[in-house]
């Protein structure tokens, strides 16, 4: 009995190091983990333009979404724009007209408010129907143009908006599909 014990205690002594060394000479040649898994492709969002010009995703903030760059187009009554895609028309919408548009449009910290690409539609709606910023920046456009508008509060919906509307600098990014007759 006393040969048993010893042998089962000498065997529960090594058990240990035979576990250690079996384990470092069997993975010798696997990678080790350092830190968290790595992201898989799907999940890292597309890089924004280093020019702040049109994004691959229409729904990301541009890394201009703080303010407009030296380059944009300031009017007098405010509005900073930018084209990002020149269009292929002629004749620019009036405030009487109806367009059609794809639009995505930020706060100046980035947040996504509205999108007519993230409802996988667009919108259709008369020019007049719209805050003064996005309205004066549609009579800019042609058919197929893009374009980024930087609006200030005071074309938009002001600095304390009521009923959920953003405050402040609003951004968007506005693709003239077309005018409705």
Not at 5 to 34: G, I, K
Not at 65 to 79: E, W, Y
């Given at each position: 009995m006393a040969m048993t014990t010893t042998r089962l205690l000498t065997a529960l002594a090594l058990a240990p190091l035979l576990f250690a060394a079996c384990a470092s000479s069997q993975d010798a040649d696997a990678p080790r983990e350092t830190g968290p898994p790595p992201q898989l492709a799907r999940d890292v969002p597309p890089p924004a333009p280093s020019d702040g010009g049109e994004q691959t995703d229409p729904t990301l903030a541009p890394p201009d979404v703080g303010?407009?760059?030296?380059?944009?187009?300031?009017?007098?009554?405010?509005?900073?724009?930018?084209?990002?895609?020149?269009?292929?028309?002629?004749?620019?919408?009036?405030?009487?007209?109806?367009?059609?548009?794809?639009?995505?449009?930020?706060?100046?910290?980035?947040?996504?408010?509205?999108?007519?690409?993230?409802?996988?539609?667009?919108?259709?709606?008369?020019?007049?129907?719209?805050?003064?910023?996005f309205r004066e920046g549609l009579t800019l456009m042609v058919t197929g143009e893009k374009r980024r508008l930087w609006i200030p509060a005071n074309l938009a919906y002001g600095d304390s908006p009521k009923g959920g509307a953003p405050a402040g600098m609003l951004v968007f990014d506005v693709e003239l599909l077309g005018i409705v007759p």
């Amino acid at each position: 009995m006393a040969m048993t014990t010893t042998r089962l205690l000498t065997a529960l002594a090594l058990a240990p190091l035979l576990f250690a060394a079996c384990a470092s000479s069997q993975d010798a040649d696997a990678p080790r983990e350092t830190g968290p898994p790595p992201q898989l492709a799907r999940d890292v969002p597309p890089p924004a333009p280093s020019d702040g010009g049109e994004q691959t995703d229409p729904t990301l903030a541009p890394p201009d979404v703080g303010g407009p760059p030296a380059n944009a187009q300031r009017l007098q009554s405010g509005l900073a724009t930018r084209v990002l895609r020149a269009g292929t028309g002629t004749s620019h919408p009036s405030e009487r007209d109806r367009v059609e548009v794809h639009y995505s449009g930020w706060t100046t910290d980035g947040r996504l408010f509205d999108s007519s690409y993230q409802r996988g539609t667009p919108a259709t709606f008369p020019v007049n129907g719209v805050i003064a910023g996005f309205r004066e920046g549609l009579t800019l456009m042609v058919t197929g143009e893009k374009r980024r508008l930087w609006i200030p509060a005071n074309l938009a919906y002001g600095d304390s908006p009521k009923g959920g509307a953003p405050a402040g600098m609003l951004v968007f990014d506005v693709e003239l599909l077309g005018i409705v007759p």
